[in-house]
């Protein structure tokens, strides 16, 4: 039976255009897709945009546009920066869609039918950027601003429906505890259980219609009040697969997929997500997402990204980087510059130093100088290699660990591990040469065999580490394949050493990674 593997990013807000933050989480998810859907695994790639709430009647009233229509302007933005970026997701949703916002009025009729909904009235003081109500206590540690973005909280007095969050808590804690890999980074699981420890209250999940000048998606069971956010926003994942069912033409298409593999979001919206998120699958008796992976959040050159302090990486800003290096070192960058899951700091020194010593002085390098030498010593075929000794070893030794663990450090979203990896193999197969000197051998008719097999062994080697780097380079990679006469998929890892590209006519190409001044 073909493995599944349902990767989410966070549907993103429309009342701003994408950025540094939104990319990374999309480039993250491209390459688990990807990475997965070339393992023959049966791959669903999600992504989308939330449109409805208080933030987006504002920056549209701002602009002196409609909700819809400040929506429509936007969702182009991130739709067409994910083709610039070749994110490949299978599907693109819209919380302003007919069959979202249909499912999300069926879930909202199974919580009332279920005695999980009721209405009440909620007084206090709300954060409009994150939207959601912060307690008393809370408020006055942050002097009545948000935790996140300083702005000032806004004091709130009105009638809403409810959510039953607190009858399934502890529920909720059960689940964290017998499920390790539920939540993580570990550090993410541990504060969530901190947290939850403290005490949780019900959830408010309606708001009054004309509050938000009838945007939104309107509760079936009184049309005086709108779904909010965190139902209608969260459940794309679950709705975007045709769940529930409702008699259209979605019904239960993608319901193979569930339970989501993973959601990968910012560590900023961990809580909704570990929290809210599986309380309303339980009570739905609906399935939970196997992992939620929380990553951290981007400084620029050591100091939070601001517009006003002009560090701030924009989709303007990432066009240039893309410009000046290329797409596929942008995505190699933002893997390459933090463990997933940790911040990160983003700095255009960084990006040049890692480029040349690991790019353009490593595997760049590693494939010219074995495409030129096969060009020259063997007239562009990769020769068979000849007895294997202990030369080879630690390039041998290098390739395998690289192969060997590279589904594993994807399943564990560990992309450093792998990236680590690769840059292993490729700095021992560097020095092979530096130590082998098959230009010297090549002088000596004696050495023939010998210099075949220092050339197979260079030419597979190069070969793995590219062929690793394809889900994250995928156009240049697939480029430095093509050099070493790989036009399809690349050969079969469990092939015996020196055998793989035995045969092949490599054909030079232009360097894969210039050098930066």
Not at 231 to 242: E, F, K, M, R, V
Not at 332 to 360: H, I, P
Request: aromatic fraction near 10%.
């Amino acid at each position: 039976m073909t493995k599944t593997f349902y990767v989410t990013t966070p549907i993103y807000y429309v009342n701003d255009v994408p950025h540094i933050g939104h990319s990374y989480t999309t480039i993250a998810a491209d390459i688990l897709a990807r990475f997965f859907r070339a393992r023959g695994w049966d791959v669903r790639f999600l992504t989308g945009t939330d449109e409805h709430g208080i933030k987006i009647v504002k920056a549209a009233a701002e602009k002196g546009m409609t909700p819809q229509e400040l929506a429509d302007q936007v969702v182009v933005h991130f739709q067409s920066l994910w083709k610039e970026l070749n994110i490949t997701n299978d599907d693109f949703i819209r919380t302003s869609q007919p069959r979202h916002e249909k499912r999300v009025q069926e879930i909202i009729r199974q919580l009332v039918a279920k005695d999980e909904i009721y209405q009440g009235s909620y007084e206090g003081w709300y954060d409009e950027g994150q939207e959601e109500f912060v307690t008393e206590s809370t408020a006055r540690e942050n002097e009545y601003k948000s935790a996140i973005n300083g702005k000032p909280l806004v004091r709130y007095s009105e009638p809403s429906y409810f959510f039953r969050l607190s009858k399934w808590t502890p529920k909720l804690i059960e689940h964290i505890e017998a499920n390790a890999d539920f939540i993580q980074p570990a550090a993410r699981r541990n504060e969530v259980l901190s947290k939850l420890a403290a005490g949780v209250e019900d959830l408010s999940i309606s708001r009054a219609k004309e509050k938000l000048g009838g945007w939104g998606i309107e509760m079936p069971n009184d049309p005086t009040h709108s779904v909010y956010v965190w139902i209608d926003a969260l459940s794309n994942y679950y709705t975007a697969l045709g769940r529930p069912a409702i008699g259209d033409e979605y019904d239960d298409a993608g319901a193979k997929y569930w339970p989501a593999t993973v959601h990968l979001i910012g560590k900023d919206i961990l809580w909704f997500h570990a929290v809210y998120w599986p309380c309303m699958l339980m009570a739905l008796d609906v399935p939970l997402p196997r992992t939620v992976f929380a990553h951290g959040w981007w400084t620029s050159n050591g100091k939070k990204m601001s517009k006003s302090l002009g560090n701030f990486v924009s989709r303007e800003q990432i066009a240039e980087i893309c410009t000046e290096y290329s797409v596929d070192v942008y995505r190699w960058f933002l893997m390459r510059a933090v463990t997933f899951g940790g911040d990160g700091d983003f700095s255009a020194q960084t990006l040049r130093t890692k480029y040349n010593t690991e790019l353009a002085n490593g595997v760049g390098n590693l494939l010219s100088r074995t495409v030129n030498m096969i060009g020259r010593y063997f007239e562009g075929t990769v020769p068979p290699a000849g007895e294997v000794g202990p030369d080879e070893q630690e390039v041998i030794a290098s390739a395998q660990r690289l192969v060997s663990g590279a589904e594993q450090a994807m399943r564990n979203y560990q992309f450093h591990v792998l990236l680590d990896d690769v840059v292993s193999l490729v700095d021992a197969t560097n020095r092979y040469i530096d130590q082998t000197a098959p230009f010297k051998l090549a002088k000596d008719p004696s050495q023939r065999s010998r210099l075949a097999t220092i050339m197979a062994t260079c030419a597979q080697a190069v070969c793995i580490a590219l062929a690793q780097l394809e889900p994250i380079m995928p156009t240049t990679a697939r480029l430095g394949l093509e050099q070493l006469g790989v036009d399809g998929p690349a050969p079969a890892e469990s092939a015996a050493w020196g055998e793989r590209l035995k045969g092949s006519i490599v054909k030079k190409g232009e360097g894969l990674f210039p050098r930066k001044q």
